[in-house]
């Protein structure tokens, strides 16, 4: 199985589902048009609700990575630009590493307007 899952961590079980499935995009163990495991099955593996498994699905396709059909489970999506997910990951580490400094969001953005470039 691709996903594991850290109960005792304080990020939600389907966001570390997300950020998983984002990792195999970005290191290219998912490709485009590659289908992700049915929910149920997933589900099981990990010993997680389903419910779990298709709001991380969800967020996924929110974020225009995944094709959800009913009937036909999760596919990434065909014409996906995989750097999309790399400035993704990239900004989500950049904004927990702010946090992390005592940065607020605020002062994280003007930071990033006042940038050169």
Known sequence: MLFGVDPDSPVGLSDQIASQVRGALVSGRLEPGDKLPPARELASGLSVNMHTVLR??????????VELRRGRGAQVRPTLDVGVVDLGQQIRALVAAATRLGISRDQLLRRIEEAPG
Not at 56 to 65: P, S
């Open 56 to 65: 991380a699905y969800a967020a996924l396709r929110d974020d225009g990575l």
